[in-house]
């Protein structure tokens, strides 16, 4: 079985971010075939940096979520390659694609797919139970500022502390990269921000490589990149001066 843990790949010109954690090449992803064929990816390259946390901006239907489900295992692209820390995942079987997505990748969606029957500590401990190198679950909710919450059911949370929920179970296992799609999607502005919060601290302290994709062209300047998609390709890359708070974002 392949060893996701070893291999490292060199990043040329940009020395504040060494390593190179996840790279996608030339990524295509259609649907249908003949006259009917709908390009979801067209030729996308993306690169994900060690620590960074990185914005993925761009429009419905530009192909951020496909390009996500694809970076973290759950789908397979048309053509094109991904890389994980000097591996391809695109010649990975199934067996391979399983262990990828249980040890190395947490996932953060716009709903929190909570169990309704169990409390917010429970929720958390289902992930660690499966996990090589698990945090403790209470510690977990503690980093996403919910150590107060931790026996209370989803339905006697706010949809904000539901998806803090979802994001302490989602780096409980310690994973190398955070793929996080449309977070704030369901959530009012000041609600969004805690949750914008939680995941800039799992990035600062833990060190969890971080990718958030939005539509929100104000969670932009969180970033220390943003990767800017148009229909299916990748049409700008820009790095911020300086990260903002998301205490400081407004839309």
């Not at 010109?13 to 996840?22: I, Y």
């Not at 006697?156 to 990269?177: H, T």
């Amino acid at each position: 079985m392949t060893d996701w843990r070893s291999g490292a790949v060199p990043v040329p010109n940009e020395p504040r971010h060494p390593e190179v954690v996840l790279s996608a090449r030339d990524l295509t992803k259609t649907y249908g075939e003949g006259e009917v064929v709908v390009y979801a990816l067209r030729g996308a390259n993306v690169d994900f940096y060690a620590g960074e946390l990185v914005v993925l901006l761009g429009p419905s239907g530009s192909g951020k979520s496909t390009l996500l489900n694809i970076l973290g295992g759950l789908d397979v692209p048309t053509s094109g390659t991904v890389i994980y820390r000097g591996r391809e995942l695109t010649a990975a079987d199934e067996r391979e694609l399983t262990r990828y997505r249980r040890e190395h990748v947490g996932f953060v969606f716009q709903f929190y797919n909570l169990i309704p029957s169990l409390t917010a500590l429970e929720n958390v401990e289902l992930v660690t139970e499966i996990a090589e190198d698990p945090m403790d679950p209470s510690a977990a909710l503690q980093v996403v500022g919910l150590g107060d919450r931790q026996h209370h059911f989803p339905a006697q949370l706010s949809g904000g502390e539901q998806q803090r929920v979802a994001i302490a179970r989602a780096i409980a296992k310690r994973p190398q990269i955070l793929l996080c799609d449309e977070p704030t999607g369901a959530l009012d502005f000041e609600t969004g921000v805690l949750v914008l919060e939680a995941l800039e601290r799992v990035n600062r302290e833990l060190g969890t490589t971080t990718a958030v994709i939005t539509h929100n062209v104000a969670i932009a300047r969180m970033a220390d990149r943003v990767i800017r998609f148009s229909a299916g390709r990748v049409v700008a890359v820009e790095r911020n001066a300086e990260r903002a708070r998301p205490r400081d974002l407004a839309w």
